[in-house]
């Protein structure tokens, strides 16, 4: 998972959303796809904000599989 500073930066109702509930978040997505993982770190930016206004944010996410 990668994702520019416009997501850790993302200032909500109770300040700046920070790396530890994005760490939070993606300790429990094992076993979900990259788009799954992605669209929800979305859906907790968009509740985080809130409706305000944002920085740029991009995020990309790549699942390995096993040989």
Request: aromatic residues 2%; proline residues 3%.
């Amino acid at each position: 998972m990668f994702y520019t500073d416009g997501a850790t930066e993302a200032r909500g109702a109770a300040g700046l959303l920070g790396v530890e509930p994005l760490a939070e978040l993606l300790a429990d997505c094992e076993d979900m796809s990259a788009q799954a993982v992605t669209e929800r770190l979305l859906q907790c930016l968009d509740e985080h904000l809130d409706g305000r206004p944002h920085d740029d944010i991009a995020i990309v996410a790549v699942r390995a599989e096993a040989a």
